[in-house]
């Protein structure tokens, strides 16, 4: 049975692949898995219907069968254990992946949405300053750890994983910043993502809703 994912109808990153339902999409790539999509407006998403997926009214959401899921890095995990390619096999190595899953959503992605956040929403606060300080601080203290870690490896436990995926969704938050550039292992680490096949075709299906939302 071909999955359903629910996807912003109107995204707001205006075409950069930044919105979550880009990681579902790259993850059934990389398994070869096809699926379909549900494009939904934000009134939609505040409407029975999709609350009934997902009681927070936000996407991505999945649905397979009788099977429907929120939060992408349950639908991520969900697809990398049932689909060969994002998982190891042997099991330390398996759980080490499935570590670094949480720590991509868990440890690095709050303060780098919440600048993301705070940029948007809050700029003509009095605060505003302080807040970025703030966040930017916490951040450069997590890229310089995942950096150390780094090294000059490929990816973050030997072969790419489920946990690389979804570090790399986050971290994409950073390009064309200071941030990033301090850190030019965990740039590259981002590009090596964002260079592979199954990456390329979900940026390019998430883009051409945009596209299509825009009329270009």
Do not use: C
Request: a negative charge.
């Amino acid at each position: 049975m071909t999955p359903t994912i629910t996807a912003f109808e109107r995204s707001p990153d205006r075409g950069r692949g930044l919105a979550r339902d880009m990681r579902v999409r790259w993850a059934l790539e990389e398994v070869g898995r096809p699926y379909d999509v549900r494009l939904v407006s934000f009134g939609e998403m505040k409407q029975a219907a999709h609350l009934a997926r997902n009681p927070f009214g936000q996407i991505p959401t999945y649905e397979e069968g009788d099977l429907a899921l929120f939060e992408s890095g349950a639908i991520v995990f969900h697809i990398a254990e049932r689909h060969g390619g994002l998982l190891p096999a042997e099991p330390n190595a398996r759980s080490r992946a499935v570590m670094w899953m949480f720590a991509a959503l868990n440890t690095v992605e709050p303060p780098v949405f919440d600048r993301d956040l705070v940029q948007i929403l809050e700029r003509k606060e009095p605060w505003y300053e302080a807040r970025m300080r703030a966040l930017e601080d916490s951040i450069r203290t997590r890229l310089g750890a995942l950096s150390r870690h780094l090294g000059e490896a490929d990816w973050l436990d030997g072969d790419f994983s489920a946990g690389d995926l979804l570090m790399a969704t986050v971290l994409r938050r950073l390009n064309g910043s200071a941030l990033l550039a301090d850190h030019p292992n965990i740039a590259a680490y981002v590009a090596r993502g964002e260079a592979r096949p199954a990456f390329q075709r979900a940026f390019e299906a998430q883009r051409a809703v945009f596209e299509a939302a825009s009329g270009g």
